[in-house]
Nanobody, 123 residues
Framework: QVQLVESGGGLVQAGGSLRLSCAASGRTFSNYRMAWFRQAPGKEREFVACISRNGGITYYADSVKDRFTISRDNAKNTVYLQMNSLKREDTAVYYC????????????????WGQGTQVTVSS
């Protein structure tokens, strides 16, 4: 089992920044690719970003490319999501997830999920 706990969400004005963290415990963190997904009210969960086991490869949804940066620190068992130039449409609950295998942008690939952290962007 892998336990994931997100933090860092909150209320921010449009154009501002937030950094989300996801702390992992349980199995060996470096064995898992990690990702961030989000779910806005009334919408399905959508892929945001993912990162390979050693952090060397990252992939982003077009909607966040050049604004968000995913990173990880395997020594701290933590994955981060730096969010800049936030827009109202970024408002959602953000979830981190861990997977051993599969396509990194597909939620079905992920075995473990955190409880989520709310991000609200005001105009």
């Amino acid at each position: 089992q892998v336990q994931l706990v997100e933090s860092g969400g909150g209320l921010v004005q449009a154009g501002g920044s937030l950094r989300l963290s996801c702390a992992a415990s349980g199995r060996t963190f470096s064995n898992y690719r990690m990702a961030w997904f989000r779910q806005a009210p009334g919408k399905e969960r959508e892929f945001v970003a993912c990162i390979s086991r050693n952090g060397g490869i990252t992939y982003y949804a077009d909607s966040v490319k050049d604004r968000f940066t995913i990173s990880r620190d395997n020594a701290k068992n933590t994955v981060y999501l730096q969010m800049n130039s936030l827009k109202r449409e970024d408002t959602a609950v953000y979830y981190c997830a861990a997977a051993r295998y599969g396509t990194c942008s597909l939620s079905q690939s992920y075995d473990y999920w955190g409880q989520g952290t709310q991000v609200t962007v005001s105009s």
